[in-house]
């Protein structure tokens, strides 16, 4: 059973840094594109970039330069390092992998305060 588990969110200021983790169990995680989407209430999911397994990486045009996505294959985790935060930026954020269809994580919380 493919299990994705997002951790890292909070309440940081205008201009302050988080890091997201998803731990991924069930695939096999060095051979999966890892994804990370976020969703304000009301509004579609969003795209915010993606990790190939071999390490490239696509970024929204929102977060390029702001954000980066990163993996660890030995721990099986992805993160999401974001920078500059900005209040558009809150929203809960998901980690996602297309196994036999989509899957999703439970998300996380993250809110920017101006």
């Known amino acids: 059973q493919v299990q994705l588990v997002e951790s890292g969110g909070g309440l940081v200021q205008a201009g302050g840094s988080l890091r997201l983790s998803c731990v991924a169990s069930?695939?096999?995680?060095?051979?999966?594109?890892m994804r990370w989407f976020r969703q304000v209430p009301g509004k579609q999911r969003e795209y915010v970039a993606f990790?190939?397994?071999?390490?490239?990486?696509n970024y929204a045009d929102s977060v390029k330069g702001r954000f980066t996505i990163s993996r660890d294959n030995a721990k099986n985790t992805a993160y999401l390092q974001m920078n500059s935060l900005k209040p558009e930026d809150t929203a809960v954020y998901y980690c996602?992998?297309?196994?036999?269809?989509?899957?999703w994580g439970q998300g996380t919380q993250v809110t920017v305060s101006s």
């Open positions: 069930g695939i096999l995680f060095s051979s999966t594109t």
């Open positions: 990790i190939t397994s071999g390490g490239s990486t």
């Open positions: 996602n992998v297309v196994v036999r269809g989509n899957i």
